[in-house]
């Protein structure tokens, strides 16, 4: 069975420009949960979703959006990037959405120049 | 909010034994998770611990304090292919809703 699968594996954009990325969780997972992650820190939990409903939501600002459609997908939008929206975006699925334990992507490193 | 406390770095041997704590603060504590994560990958998960005690698999073991604010993981007869960061991570609820935060990692060295 596949894994949690996540595209583009790298991304360059320049500030101000703006951002899809993309997760397929593992076959069976109806929950999606997605986190930021700047080299040498732990990941930073954006949001959860669960059987398309948003569970929980970190602190980041309005420019972070995402979304779960029908097949449990995401997708997580970033608008008016900043230098600092560089980093690695994990997208982690699981079977529930009670978050005992996550199955993480390889994630989608984003350059903003 | 939420904060987890880890050391930055730790440096064995072959064969040792290392043990890298983790406290926390947060309300609403559900459980408290241990990820491992290698240079370029994937973080991968390791351990769950949701009541107070140890849990083993393996060479690896985590114990929870949930009085204490308080858990560890064992990492037992160390190998090379242990070097890697490893994260706590504390479940909660809370205003933001279901959540998983993590610390900011622990990186283990190995040595021969």
Not at chain 1, 75 to 92: F, I, P, Q, R
Not at chain 2, 47 to 64: H, P, V
Not at chain 2, 70 to 95: H, I, N, P, T
């Amino acid at each position: 069975d596949a894994g949690v699968t996540q595209s583009p594996t790298h991304l360059i954009k320049t500030r101000g420009q703006h951002v899809t990325l993309r997760c397929s969780p593992i076959s069976g997972h109806k929950s999606v949960s997605w986190y930021q992650q700047v080299l040498g820190q732990g990941p930073q939990f954006i949001f959860q979703y669960y059987e398309k409903e948003e569970r929980g939501r970190g602190n980041f600002p309005d420019r972070f959006s995402a979304r779960q459609f029908p097949n449990y997908s995401s997708e997580l939008n970033v608008n008016a990037l900043l230098l600092g929206d560089s980093a690695l975006y994990l997208c982690a699925s699981s079977l529930t959405g009670s978050n005992e334990k996550l199955f993480f992507g390889s994630g989608t490193q984003l350059s903003v120049l | 909010g939420q904060s987890l406390e880890q050391p930055s770095e730790v440096t064995a041997v072959e064969g040792a034994i290392v043990q890298i704590n983790c406290t926390y603060q947060t309300s609403g504590f559900y459980g408290l998770s241990w990820y491992q994560q290698h240079d370029g990958g994937a973080p991968t998960f390791l351990s769950y611990n949701a009541l107070d005690g140890l849990e083993e698999t393996g060479r690896f073991s985590s114990f929870l304090s949930r009085s204490d604010s308080y858990g560890y993981l064992l990492l037992q007869e160390l190998q090379m292919k242990d070097s890697a960061s490893y994260f706590c991570a504390v479940r909660d609820w809370g205003a933001a809703g279901n959540k998983l935060t993590f610390g900011g990692g622990t990186r283990v060295l190995v040595k021969p």
